[in-house]
């Protein structure tokens, strides 16, 4: 929920640290599979691999838009 990915023409810097947000991220890029074990394990690994490929997949462009439709905090970063 928290780090700096790749993405296509850049990076995308993530905070989904809270559980809406973590909920509301998975949700809105597909990969629904939330399931906290606990309150502070958001994130299994591979949930966090399926995160990094999708991220590589999508433009600055997509990743900004996405974040402003479902108020997400991500930041993209051009190269």
Known sequence: GYGVYACKHGRVAVAALEPHFATTLLTSTGLATFQAAKETDWFSRA?????????????????????????????????
Request: glycine share 0%; proline share 6%.
């Open 47 to 79: 949930t966090a691999e399926r995160l990094k490929r999708y991220f590589a997949d999508q433009s600055c462009a997509q990743l900004s838009a996405l974040a402003t439709a479902h108020d997400l905090p991500l930041l993209c970063l051009p190269n």
